[in-house]
């Protein structure tokens, strides 16, 4: 169980906690929050969607990773533990989407559920927030698309499957490991990995087009299980696949490095070096700046078998889970009765 005291110094505040002995446990912690809007446009070329919801900051998954840490530091708390254990829930999102939906303005883009924190994390089962959010969009045919690693979208199987039938629909399940160990180690409060190929499954079968998304890399850890989740992920039903190179940026690093060191520390050298080998000794650069310098052989390399094995198995590759290059035009029609959340 993690402690209160593991968070990375807050750039943006001028106080930090010092206990005198053990750090107490940190307990999991809702906040619930009336937001003043709910669409988050994105213009960044690192992302393939500009239109995104989050009901939920910081998450309960608590994988060392995560890239959306340093944005719990915006408001007041700590990129480790807090982000892990104070969850900010947003409990007028789908009341702000129907206001956004009803707006003139509005011409019914793709929206990604989540662009930034699992929107399928535990207090979902509370909460029904992104369930809402779904049940909105197939009132109003808006495409829509998920990303997730979390077994509480099952529950969902039936709004979703109705969304496939009526508008745009692609749900992708994040399987960065192939092994459960492994993953318990880097993402510990996450669903298994045995547990979402299960559930991609059961996307599939209920009609919802899905796909996996092998995020991020970790070299010298988890590019060696590729073969294996693209195998395990056509077997399940996928129909899509993409890969991201792991990132570390501020306060990321100490947690992903703290982590892999108290949990695999007879590998913990192999991949520190790996990673700032594939990114030309940096620890962290953007992929559009990757792009610009090169990501190295190794990079190269893992991106070849990637790609051979999408043909092999007959998988499309896509640039990100929500990428809407090929979609057709929007679907998007305003009910003619005044529709009520509840």
């Known amino acids: 169980m993690p402690r209160s005291v593991q968070n990375p110094p807050n750039r943006f505040s001028s106080t930090e906690i010092d206990y005198e002995g053990e750090a107490p446990l940190a307990e999991l912690t809702p906040i619930e929050e009336r937001a003043k809007s709910i669409l988050s446009e994105n213009d960044s070329p690192d992302v393939g969607f500009r239109w995104s919801i989050n009901p939920y900051r910081g998450c309960y998954h ?17 990129a480790g533990t807090d982000f892990d254990r104070k969850i900010v829930v947003k409990i007028n999102a789908p009341e702000l989407l129907r206001e956004a939906f009803d707006r003139p303005s509005w011409s019914g883009e793709t929206i990604a559920i989540s662009g930034n924190t699992d929107c399928y994390q535990p207090l979902e089962a509370k909460y029904r927030l992104t369930r809402a959010l779904l049940e909105l969009c197939l009132a109003y045919k808006n495409p829509v698309g998920l990303i997730t690693k979390g077994s509480v979208i099952r529950r969902d199987l039936d709004v979703l499957a109705a969304l496939a039938r009526t508008t745009r629909c692609r749900v992708t399940m994040s399987i960065a490991f192939a092994s459960d160990d492994d993953a318990r180690a880097i993402e510990p409060w996450a669903s298994p990995p045995s547990k979402r190929f299960e559930t991609l499954k059961m996307l599939a079968d209920a009609g919802v087009p899905c796909g996996v998304s092998l995020a991020p890399v970790i070299p010298g850890l988890n590019d060696s299980q590729m073969p294996e989740i693209l195998e395990r992920a056509k077997d399940c039903g996928a129909s899509h696949a993409f890969i991201v190179l792991l990132r570390l940026p501020s306060e990321v690093l100490p947690v992903f490095d703290e982590r892999l060191a108290q949990a695999l520390p007879m590998r913990h050298a192999k991949v520190m070096n790996a990673i700032r080998e594939m990114r030309g000794g940096r620890m962290y650069e953007s992929d559009f700046g990757l792009r610009q310098v090169g990501r190295g052989e190794r990079w190269r390399m893992i991106e070849q078998l990637f790609e051979t094995h999408l043909r092999r198995l007959g998988l499309d590759r896509r640039s990100t889970a929500m990428d809407t290059d090929e979609d057709p035009p929007t679907t998007f029609e305003r009910p003619k009765k005044q529709l009520t959340l509840f």
């Open 62 to 78: 608590g994988c060392a990773y995560c890239y959306a840490r340093p944005s719990h530091q915006y408001l007041g708390y700590g």
